[in-house]
């Protein structure tokens, strides 16, 4: 993570950098989220928050957060209501003076959690918890940040099997757009960085 996440630059900028992410990053579909050219493969439509290589029983949006419905908006792309944007900034910065005053205690409020991506002998890890905390550590300047796999997920993603991706093996979306989307991690193409990985 740098100091382009949009976390990380809010607790740097303040919370208009945050309200200038949501507005102007609000992606339709897998596409846009990912800034891939439309070549009407399967898949390219989907929702911005769909995964290629995750299971799941039910594809459902990501709930509301902190209080929140969901109609206010997501933490990794736009739009977002000002109520959502304050909540964000307010969890933002209370994490990062937590963090500055008491240290980062893992054991109290909990591991970074998340699973690798690899891609040759490439690896990123992407953080599917504990995202507020990475942004405050990497706004104070921590280049390690412990993390750990969660228990229930994978704890990898290998770009090498994305024929068994459950969205790839089920015809749901295409090789190219599947295989598109994981490179985005490894070569930033989001804009700007929406999804969370180190």
């Not at 190219?176 to 989307?181: K, N, P, Y």
Request: neutral net charge.
């Amino acid at each position: 993570m740098n100091e382009k996440h949009p976390f990380v630059d809010a607790i740097i900028r303040g919370p208009a950098a945050l309200q200038d992410f949501y507005a102007n990053f609000q992606p339709r579909n897998l596409a846009e989220m990912y800034n891939l050219s439309a070549e009407n493969l399967r898949g390219e439509e989907l929702p911005p928050w769909e995964i290629p290589w995750m299971a799941r029983d039910r594809r459902l949006p990501p709930p509301g957060e902190a209080g929140l419905d969901a109609s206010h908006g997501v933490s990794f792309y736009g739009p977002a209501t000002r109520k959502k944007v304050e909540v964000e900034y307010e969890r933002l910065t209370s994490v990062r003076a937590s963090i500055e005053n008491k240290g980062f205690q893992p054991d109290r409020y909990g591991d970074i959690e998340g699973y690798g991506l690899v891609s040759q002998s490439d690896y990123r890890f992407f953080v599917r918890g504990g995202k507020h905390r990475l942004a405050a550590l990497a706004s104070l300047g921590w280049k390690g940040i412990p993390v750990s796999f969660r228990s229930n997920w994978p704890t990898s993603v290998y770009s090498a099997t994305l024929d068994d991706w459950p969205l790839v093996s089920d015809g749901t979306i295409a090789p190219q757009t599947a295989l598109a989307i994981f490179d985005c991690y490894f070569s930033r193409c989001m804009r700007p960085l929406g999804k969370h990985f180190v």
